[in-house]
T-cell receptor, first 109, second 114 residues
Framework: DAKTTQPNSMESNEEEPVHLPCNHS???????IHWYRQLPSQGPEYVIH???SNVNNRMASLAIAEDRKSSTLILHRATLRDAAVYYC??????????FGKGTMLLVSP | DAGITQSPRHKVTETGTPVTLRCHQT?????MYWYRQDPGHGLRLIHY???????DKGEVSDGYSVSRSKTEDFLLTLESATSSQTSVYFC?????????????FGDGTRLSIL
């Protein structure tokens, strides 16, 4: 399975934008880039996914590099509720999700 | 929020006893999954189902069995629970199995085997 690399942790201030990076240099042409997050004591929550083009939804934006070897999850205005572990995952065909250790996002008031 | 209900939410039991966890969905999604989450390991797939009576093994399937007799229910059974199966168990669903399909997760079952 193609793997992803994320920083262990990042910090942000409330109401500021947050850019969470993910490297996936061995991505294949059929791999979708998924982002999930997990708040303390809760199940993972789907955030966004994309293949080649940048994607936006009500939660976040996903910026995908032109060569697809990296991507960035953008939270436009961080809130305290956005403090969570964020997982960047590649998925293709009928493969299931493989969760790594993710990035722990700390948000300060 | 996706209509996923896991039961029980918490359970404490003894080594050697059988345990069954239930995942119920109201979304009529074809795919259902069972994961476990342990400190230092992240989420790991146990089994998944791609339709009624169609199941397959995941990364950590030893000691677990599953059944899916109806679209809405996916059961995870520990035939003879061991302390190493103490974990938080999450059920997930997706409409289909391709890479373009997001998964939606339940709130988890915290299982303690004494």
């Amino acid at each position: 399975d193609a793997k992803t690399t994320q920083p262990n942790s990042m910090e942000s201030n409330e109401e500021e934008p947050v850019h969470l990076p993910c490297n996936h240099s061995t991505i294949s042409g059929t791999d979708y880039i998924h982002w999930y997050r997990q708040l303390p004591s809760q199940g993972p929550e789907y955030v966004i996914h994309g293949l080649t083009s940048n994607v936006n939804n009500r939660m976040a934006s996903l910026a995908i590099a032109e060569d697809r070897k990296s991507s960035t999850l953008i939270l436009h205005r961080a809130t305290l509720r956005d403090a969570a572990v964020y997982y960047c995952i590649l998925s293709s065909g009928y493969s299931t999700l493989t969760f790594g250790k993710g990035t722990m996002l700390l948000v300060s008031p | 929020d996706a209509g996923i209900t896991q039961s029980p939410r918490h359970k404490v039991t003894e080594t050697g006893t059988p345990v069954t966890l239930r995942c119920h969905q109201t979304e009529n999604h074809r795919y259902m999954y069972w994961y476990r989450q342990d400190p230092g390991h992240g989420l790991r797939l146990i089994h998944y189902s791609y339709g009624v009576k169609d199941t397959d093994k995941g990364e950590v399937s030893d000691g677990y069995s599953v059944s899916r007799s109806k679209t809405e229910d996916f059961l995870l059974t520990l035939e003879s629970a061991t302390s190493s199966q103490t974990s938080v168990y999450f059920c997930a669903i997706s409409a289909a199995g391709g890479g373009n399909q997001p998964q939606h997760f339940g709130d988890g079952t915290r299982l303690s085997i004494l």
